[in-house]
């Protein structure tokens, strides 16, 4: 088990950009794949971007590729996600998630570690 802590989050303007961190305890970190997810109101928890154990394999949702960045960091425990050109549809609290397995899965019953998440508005 791995406890995660997401940051960043926070108010920005339509075209701006925000960096997520996640903060990950423990010493297994890179035996994990990593992912982010967003969860609107009203709306399904949905993937945003994956990530492999060493970062080799990212996979991304349609709705920000080319806006988004994922990342990680094996020997700070963390990952991030850069996120550029907001917009508006991009406002959800945003969860960063760790599970087990070669390919980084999209769905969120492949993970099984989950952050409190951190909000992200997006004003237009």
């Known amino acids: 088990q791995v406890q995660l802590v997401e940051s960043g989050g926070g108010l920005v303007q339509a075209g701006g950009s925000l960096r997520l961190s996640c903060a990950a305890s423990?010493?297994?970190?890179?035996?994990?794949?990593m992912g982010w997810f967003r969860q609107a109101p009203g709306k399904e928890r949905e993937f945003v971007a994956g990530?492999?154990?060493?970062?080799?394999?990212?996979s991304y949702a349609d709705s920000v590729k080319g806006r988004g960045t994922i990342s990680r960091d094996n020997a700070k425990n963390t990952v991030y996600l850069q996120m550029n050109n907001l917009k508006p549809s991009d406002t959800a609290v945003y969860y960063c998630?760790?599970?087990?397995?070669?390919?980084?899965?999209?769905?969120?019953?492949?993970?099984?570690?989950w952050g409190q998440g951190t909000q992200v508005t997006v004003s237009s």
């Open positions: 998630a760790a599970g087990r397995g070669v390919v980084p899965g999209r769905d969120a019953q492949d993970y099984g570690d």
């Open positions: 423990g010493r297994t970190f890179s035996s994990y794949y």
């Open positions: 990530i492999s154990r060493s970062g080799r394999t990212t």
